[in-house]
């Protein structure tokens, strides 16, 4: 269809000449149901259920331009993923500023309302920085008159549904018109979600490349449509050999495994074989990647060197212990169709927005925290599968589950290829999810007694399966712990947050872990002696917002020395120490130990079994829970412990010890660089005021540029 023939469907001359400019030549099928539909000639809702690739971006999109263009209003684009955060924004910024579009992205920091995010037109954010920002009431919230809701098939994720659910039971309570575009993989149940948000349905299955799923058993690859296909063996591993057909093809693949440990071996099996597949110009620019993957941090560590290694032949692992930044680089590489081979874990899936003419499954079964090994539910594996086949590039696509037995390859051909996916179902209903909600209700007026809560409780999607005072007894538990622990207050009849509990929704954290940390912070208070940088550590890895770290074998024995040696110096009561989660706290807090000891990166990771991407982000969430005990210590006016900890939780930020913390406050100077500027003599700004570019020059790890940067800097 023409573009000038969306007229007919309610699109201006404005909209169709903004598609024109961004590039839109085609309108696929499920765009055009969904103009069909109303989407540019009503103010109704949609949920938009179609596979991966199929256009629903630009369905939303569609609606943006309307709500810019039209109604001169406000887009919220929530999205579950920072990265996926970053990702939306670069698209967005790159084909909408020649349209004079102001697209501003909003992710972290959730001790702030943002003002300045009121200039934009279109506000890219995750889901908890929506809460965040419901929570502190930023005025300009009232101007959003379209959310577009990405991967709204999550809300049934135990983890990050509850937030998305909350955050657009919000804006519909507070704002009754705002219009909804939610954006779902295929799901059985989508007439639920659309009778939740009071939304029109369009349901597809078009594809730009056509998806055949098959099984692969005993060298050869069995299809949906009845074909088969023989598979060279190469190697003594299937999923490789699967892999390699593909490239011989001239395509690429994408195995999906289930944990870290094997996407790296699994990597390194197939490097050799892939490659002997490269062309001499193709090992050029992957010679140029792996230096890329090396320099992307400061210090290089064992899974760097691996990594940058292996994408010497083509190769690369994909996993949550990789450093964004060479996931980056990894993720460019692929789409270019440089590397050849990706293998990722199952758990990232969701983030992956990687085509490839063959994806590879060879885990259906996955660890469950709390359940232990369980098979990978139908909606994922579908969401994995779609991702074969490049739109301009390959003619189908090919998602390959394998199976180690005849009555393997059955069962999986009728749960996954011919089985329908899940039910989306609300995880709200519980104490631990609803703790959180019920205080920010109350903390910005949303809600003055129990029954208005389960009035804001009807606007989410858990009222769609159960009636609100289902949860009756769950409601009256949490306000009971609140009011106990002295975060809501009963006054003229009315519920009111206090300062400690206005302050604790504001942070953004579980009001169970604001509890843990006002009592560490009330004993630190008391203290005169022993009370040092672990004692904080301890306290923010004893909270549910903290991801602490795994328990292997061998930490049992490691432990216990450093519990005995450091007894008097925790905050909390102590357990057993043959106690788990007490162990893993305590593994948690002599990772941030070293970390602001300078310990070496490499040395930490590698010891500890951690990735740098790891790191990173118990780096992040602990200096944020330092921040939170900071806040909270105000609150309480405990002045010992907040004058303590400020300096710790920059020593955490930054990871150093407490001399270098002038230094690494000039911007790009980190760890390394300034325990080098230091060691060189170079101690305090005043002795970079003095030196020359020249005599920085020399100091290791600081270059030309980077002493001229210095000198901007402090003078």
């Given at each position: 269809?023409?573009?000038?023939?969306?007229?007919?469907?309610?699109?201006?001359?404005?909209?169709?000449?903004?598609?024109?400019?961004?590039?839109?030549?085609?309108?696929?099928?499920?765009?055009?149901?969904?103009?069909?539909?109303?989407?540019?000639?009503?103010?109704?809702?949609?949920?938009?259920?179609?596979?991966?690739?199929?256009?629903?971006?630009?369905?939303?999109?569609?609606?943006?331009?309307?709500?810019?263009?039209?109604?001169?209003?406000?887009?919220?684009?929530?999205?579950?993923?920072?990265?996926?955060?970053?990702?939306?924004?670069?698209?967005?910024?790159?084909?909408?500023?020649?349209?004079?579009?102001?697209?501003?992205?909003?992710?972290?920091?959730?001790?702030?309302?943002?003002?300045?995010?009121?200039?934009?037109?279109?506000?890219?954010?995750?889901?908890?920085?929506?809460?965040?920002?419901?929570?502190?009431?930023?005025?300009?919230?009232?101007?959003?008159?379209?959310?577009?809701?990405?991967?709204?098939?999550?809300?049934?994720?135990?983890?990050?549904?509850?937030?998305?659910?909350?955050?657009?039971?919000?804006?519909?309570?507070?704002?009754?018109?705002?219009?909804?575009?939610?954006?779902?993989?295929?799901?059985?149940?989508?007439?639920?979600?659309?009778?939740?948000?009071?939304?029109?349905?369009?349901?597809?299955?078009?594809?730009?490349?056509?998806?055949?799923?098959?099984?692969?058993?005993?060298?050869?690859?069995?299809?949906?449509?009845?074909?088969?296909?023989?598979?060279?063996?190469?190697?003594?591993?299937?999923?490789?050999?699967?892999?390699?057909?593909?490239?011989?093809?001239?395509?690429?693949?994408?195995?999906?495994?289930?944990?870290?440990?094997?996407?790296?071996?699994?990597?390194?099996?197939?490097?050799?074989?892939?490659?002997?597949?490269?062309?001499?110009?193709?090992?050029?620019?992957?010679?140029?990647?792996?230096?890329?993957?090396?320099?992307?941090?400061?210090?290089?560590?064992?899974?760097?060197?691996?990594?940058?290694?292996?994408?010497?032949?083509?190769?690369?692992?994909?996993?949550?212990?990789?450093?964004?930044?060479?996931?980056?680089?990894?993720?460019?590489?692929?789409?270019?169709?440089?590397?050849?081979?990706l293998v990722a874990t199952t758990t990232l899936a969701?983030?992956?927005?990687?085509?490839?003419?063959?994806?590879?499954?060879?885990?259906?079964?996955?660890?469950?925290?709390?359940?232990?090994?369980?098979?990978?539910?139908?909606?994922?594996?579908?969401?994995?599968?779609?991702?074969?086949?490049?739109?301009?590039?390959?003619?189908?696509?090919?998602?390959?589950?394998?199976?180690?037995?005849?009555?393997?390859?059955?069962?999986?051909?009728?749960?996954?290829?011919?089985?329908?996916?899940?039910?989306?179902?609300?995880?709200?209903g519980t104490e631990s999810a609803l703790r959180s909600?019920?205080?920010?209700?109350?903390?910005?007026?949303?809600?003055?007694?129990?029954?208005?809560?389960?009035?804001?409780?009807?606007?989410?999607?858990?009222?769609?399966?159960?009636?609100?005072?289902?949860?009756?007894?769950?409601?009256?538990?949490?306000?009971?712990?609140?009011?106990?622990?002295?975060?809501?207050?009963?006054?003229?009849?009315?519920?009111?947050?206090?300062?400690?509990?206005?302050?604790?929704?504001?942070?953004?954290?579980?009001?169970?872990?604001?509890?843990?940390?006002?009592?560490?912070?009330?004993?630190?208070?008391?203290?005169?002696?022993?009370?040092?940088?672990?004692?904080?550590?301890?306290?923010?890895?004893a909270t549910p917002d903290m991801m602490v770290l795994?328990?292997?074998?061998?930490?049992?024995?490691?432990?216990?020395?450093?519990?005995?040696?450091?007894?008097?110096?925790?905050?909390?009561?102590?357990?057993?120490?043959?106690?788990?989660?007490?162990?893993?706290?305590?593994?948690?807090?002599?990772?941030?130990?070293?970390?602001?000891?300078?310990?070496?990166?490499?040395?930490?990771?590698?010891?500890?079994?951690?990735?740098?991407?790891?790191?990173?982000?118990?780096?992040?969430?602990?200096?944020?829970?330092?921040?939170?005990?900071?806040?909270?210590?105000?609150?309480?006016?405990?002045?010992?412990?907040?004058?303590?900890?400020?300096?710790?939780?920059?020593?955490?930020?930054?990871?150093?010890?407490?001399?270098?913390?002038?230094?690494?406050?000039?911007?790009?100077?980190?760890?390394?660089?300034?325990?080098?500027?230091?060691?060189?003599?170079?101690?305090?700004?005043?002795?970079?005021?003095?030196?020359?570019?020249?005599?920085?020059?020399?100091?290791?790890?600081?270059?030309?540029?980077?002493?001229?940067?210095?000198?901007?800097?402090?003078?």
């Amino acid at each position: 269809m023409q573009l000038a023939d969306l007229r007919r469907y309610g699109a201006s001359h404005t909209i169709i000449q903004s598609l024109r400019d961004i590039g839109i030549k085609d309108i696929y099928p499920p765009q055009l149901e969904a103009l069909r539909l109303g989407l540019l000639s009503t103010k109704d809702s949609f949920v938009i259920a179609s596979p991966t690739a199929s256009g629903k971006t630009l369905i939303a999109e569609m609606a943006i331009l309307k709500t810019i263009f039209e109604e001169v209003g406000k887009v919220i684009y929530l999205v579950p993923l920072r990265a996926l955060a970053g990702e939306k924004y670069a698209d967005f910024s790159r084909k909408y500023k020649p349209l004079g579009i102001k697209v501003g992205v909003a992710t972290g920091d959730y001790d702030s309302r943002d003002p300045y995010l009121a200039a934009y037109n279109v506000i890219i954010s995750t889901n908890e920085k929506m809460d965040s920002l419901l929570r502190h009431s930023s005025p300009w919230i009232h101007d959003i008159t379209l959310v577009v809701a990405d991967e709204i098939h999550l809300i049934t994720d135990a983890h990050r549904g509850p937030t998305l659910e909350v955050v657009l039971a919000r804006l519909r309570q507070t704002n009754p018109n705002i219009r909804v575009v939610a954006l779902s993989a295929t799901i059985r149940n989508v007439h639920d979600i659309a009778r939740w948000l009071n939304a029109r349905v369009l349901e597809s299955t078009w594809r730009p490349v056509p998806l055949k799923e098959g099984i692969y058993f005993d060298k050869s690859i069995l299809f949906d449509d009845g074909s088969h296909k023989e598979v060279e063996v190469a190697t003594i591993y299937d999923p490789i050999n699967i892999a390699l057909s593909v490239l011989d093809e001239g395509g690429q693949a994408l195995i999906f495994v289930n944990t870290r440990k094997s996407t790296e071996s699994v990597a390194a099996q197939a490097a050799k074989e892939v490659g002997k597949r490269i062309s001499d110009g193709e090992r050029k620019v992957l010679e140029q990647a792996s230096e890329e993957v090396l320099k992307a941090l400061a210090e290089p560590t064992r899974i760097c060197r691996r990594l940058g290694e292996l994408v010497k032949y083509g190769v690369a692992f994909h996993h949550a212990g990789i450093h964004s930044r060479q996931r980056k680089i990894v993720e460019d590489f692929f789409r270019e169709n440089r590397i050849k081979l990706l293998v990722a874990t199952t758990t990232l899936a969701m983030g992956l927005n990687l085509p490839s003419r063959r994806v590879i499954i060879r885990d259906w079964w996955r660890y469950q925290p709390g359940y232990g090994m369980g098979p990978i539910p139908v909606m994922e594996i579908k969401q994995m599968g779609g991702r074969a086949g490049r739109p301009g590039y390959d003619d189908h696509g090919e998602a390959v589950l394998i199976a180690k037995s005849r009555r393997d390859q059955a069962f999986l051909f009728e749960k996954y290829v011919g089985g329908e996916p899940e039910q989306v179902i609300s995880k709200l209903g519980t104490e631990s999810a609803l703790r959180s909600h019920i205080l920010a209700c109350v903390a910005t007026f949303l809600a003055k007694s129990e029954g208005e809560i389960l009035d804001f409780i009807s606007y989410t999607f858990f009222a769609i399966h159960k009636d609100p005072t289902d949860i009756l007894s769950i409601v009256r538990e949490v306000l009971r712990f609140l009011i106990e622990e002295g975060m809501i207050k009963e006054e003229g009849g009315n519920l009111k947050a206090t300062p400690f509990g206005t302050r604790v929704a504001q942070l953004y954290i579980d009001p169970l872990s604001a509890v843990i940390i006002r009592d560490a912070l009330f004993k630190a208070e008391e203290r005169d002696r022993d009370l040092t940088p672990f004692s904080f550590f301890h306290a923010i890895s004893a909270t549910p917002d903290m991801m602490v770290l795994r328990l292997r074998k061998r930490d049992y024995e490691k432990l216990t020395p450093h519990i005995v040696a450091r007894k008097d110096e925790f905050l909390l009561p102590l357990p057993g120490e043959e106690d788990q989660e007490f162990l893993a706290q305590v593994k948690t807090a002599l990772v941030f130990l070293e970390w602001i000891e300078e310990t070496p990166e490499d040395k930490i990771v590698g010891g500890y079994h951690i990735g740098p991407g790891d790191m990173r982000a118990l780096v992040e969430l602990g200096e944020w829970l330092l921040y939170s005990s900071y806040e909270i210590g105000r609150v309480f006016k405990l002045r010992r412990a907040v004058k303590y900890l400020s300096p710790v939780r920059k020593r955490l930020a930054y990871g150093v010890k407490e001399e270098l913390l002038e230094l690494v406050a000039l911007q790009g100077i980190g760890r390394v660089r300034g325990r080098n500027l230091f060691n060189a003599g170079y101690r305090t700004i005043r002795d970079l005021k003095k030196a020359d570019i020249e005599a920085l020059t020399k100091v290791p790890t600081i270059g030309k540029e980077m002493a001229k940067d210095i000198k901007r800097q402090v003078t």
